[in-house]
């Protein structure tokens, strides 16, 4: 399971627009991303020229316990 994570937050490295938007963090600039492993999600914002990853949570738990990852 780390192994795919990890390959994820690679995936991520290379091509950070290559995922959805947040939907729970909803912003004009879509800043806010979010990629899913297993059933895991990876909630990641774009910073340029930085990618700062800012949970990596079970994908059962409430949406609206994502926005406290905002903060």
Do not use: Q
């Not at 991303?33 to 297993?38: F, N």
């Amino acid at each position: 399971m780390g192994d795919a994570i990890f390959k994820v937050i690679d995936r991520i490295a290379v091509n950070p627009f290559a995922f959805k938007e947040c939907e729970e963090l909803a912003t004009k600039t879509k800043i806010y991303r979010k990629a899913t492993c297993l059933s895991w999600l990876i909630i990641y914002k774009i910073a340029a020229p930085e990618i700062i990853i800012l949970g990596i949570i079970h994908s059962s738990r409430k949406p609206a316990n994502l926005k406290a990852l905002k903060k």
